[in-house]
DNA sequence: ATGGTCGGCAACCGA
């Protein structure tokens, strides 16, 4: 099976890139972010026409996740919490047997910020909701925008950005935390190498090229998906190089 | 050097 994770900065701007790498990949899960449409709005019919089920979660402008999927997900929550304060960042489902999670980090804008705060107690409720309610002895994965690098290697110029939100020691121990509850990360299982990266900054003119980028997109995996993976890869469309679309697909094929 | 560019959506906010 093939999973796939990608920020997509606008589900609607960026259809025709998606559309084509869903045609070119056939991937049986899609899981998205950052679709910036209201439900109402979201672009349906192009995802069913290509042979899709799409589960999705929208707010206006800001936000929103959807899970692109061949099996119909069962199972389906779309929010992390009970309370009203959503900002459609979270879905989860279950494809066959394996439960997917997708998620929007929120990016915490800087250190010290009530947004900052925001991203720790959202990561730590993340975290407990998993722990809550999965077994790290079951399929899961739980993939999507963390918006935090691990490693210096994760990022371009780690001198820099140390400290720095996205890079600051306070996030990396709450997503450090995951793994030590059960999910692998499956990139990093397969590449040890630094220099790979999901995402690159608008504002830095020809980052990808360049490759100043950071990897702060995921897929974990609890063992009994991460033992199966066989091949994880990050995917660029040529259109990414003319136009930067802030990030990349990240890939994922488990073989049983 | 304290800028730069996107997308949504109608003035700026978020990234």
Redesign the pocket.
């Known amino acids: 099976m093939k999973f796939a994770t990608f920020n997509t900065?606008?589900v609607?701007?960026r259809l025709p890139i998606i559309k084509d790498w869903l045609d070119r990949e056939r991937p049986d899960v899609l899981c998205v972010q950052e679709t910036?449409v209201?439900d109402k709005d979201f672009p349906v019919d192009p995802f069913e026409e290509a042979g899709y089920h799409v589960i999705f979660k929208g707010q206006?402008?800001?936000n929103g996740v959807a899970i692109i999927s061949r099996i119909p997900p069962d199972d389906i929550l779309l929010n992390l919490y009970d309370k009203e304060d959503e900002q459609a960042r979270f879905i989860s489902v279950r494809i066959g047997d394996i439960s997917v999670i997708n998620v929007y980090v929120?990016?915490g804008?800087a250190v010290g910020t009530d947004?900052f705060a925001y991203k720790l107690s959202w990561l730590n409720d993340l975290l407990k909701h998993i722990k809550e309610n999965y077994d790290p002895a079951q399929p899961l994965l739980v993939v999507g925008d963390f918006n935090v690098a691990l490693e210096p290697i994760d990022v371009f110029d780690p001198e820099k950005f140390r400290g720095e939100v996205g890079f600051h020691p306070d996030e990396q121990a709450i997503l450090r935390q995951f793994p030590d509850w059960g999910l692998v990360d499956v990139f990093r299982k397969h590449e040890p190498a630094g220099g790979h990266y999901t995402f690159w900054d608008?504002?830095i003119?020809n980052a990808l090229k360049r490759k100043m980028g950071w990897r702060i997109d995921y897929i974990l995996a609890t063992a009994p998906l991460a033992e199966k993976s066989a091949r994880v890869r990050i995917d660029t469309d040529a259109r990414m190089l003319e136009?930067?679309s802030d990030h990349t697909f990240l890939v994922a094929e488990f073989h049983f």
Do not use: D, I, L, T
Request: hydrophobic share 15%; aromatic share 16%; proline share 17%.
């Open positions: 900065n606008s609607r701007a910036k209201q206006k402008s800001y929120p990016q804008f947004k608008y504002m003119p136009k930067p």
